[in-house]
């Protein structure tokens, strides 16, 4: 039970650490709420910074998550432009870089993840060379795609490519270099990496794949990159999207648990019982993934963040969603649902390769590994409340255009065919 008596403190002011504050006073919480931020904007949304935020199409106000009137009359303090720099868990402090100190009764570390860096590169990037994380960020490479012609962009990833889709849109040329051997290749099986690639082509990206990157020059009229074969490609501006590390580094040195991000349990409490973590920064186990997994998406974020606000406040609550993200990349949509790059078999419903179904993908051995769609919502949102309540359509009837959705037949996922059963190609 809390009081009035009692202060939680939020590290972190990210679309979970908005969540939490919301959370907290809508369960009724009456003590203190102090929610500490890096950044100098209140609490936004992410996903519009690489897509609505860059064509103008989404204005700021239309996602920030908090505003000044709403923290003013939820009793919600903001601490802008402020870093932590000590947690004492023994004495229950908070001591941030300008010297001032908080004392907690709960502590909630949703501080998110940094851009990785090329070798060689800094934390402050050259004026030609960007990275795409904060509203910063996103307002450098706005002003840069209005004075480009010829945008580079290393890594082919989800940043990368809405970045890319957006360029395009607005008339910038786009090459894309990727050091893996197909686009997304973290998240998608091959045959949803082959599908970005065809779609980015026929919007006129250049994209390579197995570029391994030598050098990048910087200069003050523009970049090379050169690759390992000696190719070479100029432009006015880089963007390096090659994935985020987990910040770690103020947990770990207080004592927490550690792996790749900040350990927590199912109510997103950490190794400490009174300080809790959720959203990009922690791993957590997943039951539909049968591991610990740590996801790096809007939704993710805000559902853990709702359950630790909840379990802080004695609530028995649990998280056990299953991971589910989407992209925008010109007039496509594509929701992904579950852990598709664990697919070895895919069954499609529609035509995705066409631009309109959705696949099912299982595992070599028979298991779900998720769905992807391509501008298919309502499949989408069947499956997503089928997964979350243990089932999925039977295979040989979503197969089947001819039958109505909302006539599928549901099986229990524990009675998915083996891998002799199935005869689909592999993917």
């Not at 770690?248 to 409490?269: F, L, M, P, S």
Request: proline share 5%.
């Amino acid at each position: 039970m809390s009081s009035e008596d009692d202060t939680f403190i939020i590290v972190g002011g990210g679309q979970a650490g908005a969540w939490l504050a919301r959370t907290l006073r809508a369960e009724g919480f009456q003590g203190r709420v102090v929610l500490i931020s890096e950044e100098r904007h209140w609490p936004y949304e992410r996903p519009p910074l690489s897509k609505g935020f860059q064509d103008g199409t989404s204005a700021p106000d239309s996602f920030t998550l908090l505003t000044a009137q709403f923290a003013i009359a939820e009793r919600i303090e903001f601490w802008p432009a402020t870093q932590v720099s000590r947690i004492d868990r023994s004495k229950r402090t908070v001591t941030c870089s300008d010297e001032r100190s908080l004392n907690y009764t709960k502590l909630f570390l949703v501080t998110g993840g940094r851009p990785k860096m090329l070798p060689g590169m800094q934390a402050e990037c050259p004026a030609r060379m960007h990275v795409l994380r904060t509203q910063d960020d996103a307002l450098r490479l706005r002003a840069a795609l209005k004075e480009s012609r010829h945008l580079l962009v290393i890594g082919g990833g989800w940043i990368g490519l809405e970045a890319a889709a957006t360029a395009r849109l607005s008339g910038v040329s786009v090459t894309i270099l990727e050091a893996g051997s197909r686009l997304c290749a973290r998240t998608v099986p091959t045959i949803v990496s082959d599908y970005l690639l065809a779609m980015h082509q026929r919007n006129g990206v250049t994209v390579k794949t197995s570029a391994a990157l030598s050098t990048l020059r910087v200069g003050e009229s523009g970049v090379v990159a050169q690759l390992a074969g000696g190719e070479t490609v100029a432009a006015d501006h880089v963007l390096v999207g090659i994935g985020i590390s987990p910040n770690t580094g103020i947990a770990a040195a207080c004592g927490i648990e550690v792996r790749n991000g900040i350990v927590v349990d199912k109510q997103g409490r950490t190794s400490d019982p009174d300080i809790f973590a959720a959203g990009d920064v922690a791993l957590h186990p997943s039951d539909f993934a049968g591991e610990e997994i740590r996801l790096e998406s809007w939704a993710n974020a805000q559902s853990q963040a709702i359950c630790a606000a909840r379990a802080a406040l004695g609530k028995d609550d649990l998280h056990t969603e299953i991971p589910w993200f989407w992209s925008d990349q010109y007039a496509t949509n594509l929701q992904c649902l579950g852990l598709p790059h664990r697919a070895a078999h895919a069954v499609a419903r529609g035509d995705p390769q066409a631009g309109n179904g959705c696949w099912l993908f299982q595992t070599p051995c028979g298991r779900l590994a998720g769905a992807t769609a391509i501008n298919a919502p309502r499949e989408m949102r069947m499956l997503r409340k089928a997964f979350a309540q243990g089932c999925m359509p039977d295979l040989v009837a979503w197969a089947d255009n001819a039958r109505p959705l909302t006539s599928l037949p549901m099986i229990p996922l524990s009675e998915t065919p083996t891998e002799k059963d199935m005869q689909w190609a592999a993917v």
